[in-house]
């Protein structure tokens, strides 16, 4: 009967730990997500950009909105890519007693997600206005039966881009024998492959749960920033995630 009690102690004792932990986790979360909105917030304005027109036009499966974009010349090996777009926007007809305000909290919901129109994860917005070329004036549309009035607008975006084979670098936030996770600028999440971490010289020690380069023995720790090359970029209900090679310990 002591013994059942004391297997019944410490069944309570460890799921208790386990609830603190995740608790924990979830507040760690939470700061990290709050610091990096508050960074977009404070660098939302998006410079005037140039007038090319690039041929993208589709249905955007995220916020339902048509994208046709155009954009300046960005730096190539930049994930961050500056834009300007026409965007779409269906509004509800209470939305009509302040239309502008409707129109930036319609952008607010696409902010940190990844839009197939804009061909990444969208951080900033700015200067949204109606675009009186594809409205008819400034005047919004109704489609069939639908009781939303759609307006066309445009506004300077700035877009989260990373394009397979580009250059990034991240933090170490766990690791495991079959990966190493990473954070890219604190919100977006890496992972290096046990696979290419081994191609690449280092080999994991089961004993202190870390992986450590071959030749100089010098271990991948929490907090350590790894320089890597994007292989492929998964998404996944507007969030994305990165599956990284050639690591390199900077």
């Known amino acids: 009967m002591s ?43 998006v410079p005037q950009v140039g007038d090319e027109e690039v041929k993208v036009k589709r249905l955007d499966h995220n916020s339902n ?18 834009m300007k777009i026409s965007v779409m926007l269906s509004l509800m007809p209470a939305a009509m007693a302040n239309s502008q305000k409707a129109m930036n909290s319609a952008m607010q919901t696409m902010l940190l997600k990844y839009s197939d129109g804009l061909g990444g994860v969208l951080l900033s917005y700015d200067n949204v206005k109606i675009d009186e070329t594809k409205n ?57 492959s046990a696979e290419s971490l081994r191609q690449n010289g280092f080999l994991f020690d089961a ?17 350590d920033s790894i320089q890597f090359t994007v292989e492929k970029v998964h998404e996944c209900n507007g969030l994305i995630s990165l599956e990284s090679n050639d690591p390199v310990i900077v």
Not at 16 to 37: G, Y
Not at 65 to 82: E, L
Request: hydrophobic share 30%.
């Open 136 to 192: 008819g004036g400034r005047f919004g549309r109704i489609l069939n039966e639908m009781p939303h009035i759609h307006y066309y607008v445009t506004c300077d975006v700035l877009v989260f881009h990373p394009s397979v084979g580009s250059i990034l670098v991240g933090v170490v936030n766990e690791t495991f024998p079959s990966h190493v996770g990473l954070l890219v600028h604190e919100l977006f999440n890496a992972m290096i």
């Open 65 to 82: 909105a048509d994208y046709s974009i155009i954009h300046d010349k960005n730096d190539a090996q930049s994930p961050f890519q500056k």
């Open 3 to 45: 013994k059942r009690k004391d297997e019944s102690k410490e069944d309570k004792k460890a799921r208790k730990a386990e609830k603190k932990k995740k608790k924990d986790k979830k507040k760690e979360k939470k700061r990290k997500r709050e610091s990096i909105e508050s960074a977009l917030s404070s660098h939302s304005t």
């Open 207 to 223: 004993d202190t749960n870390e992986w450590s380069k071959q030749v100089t023995m010098v271990p991948i720790s929490i907090g």
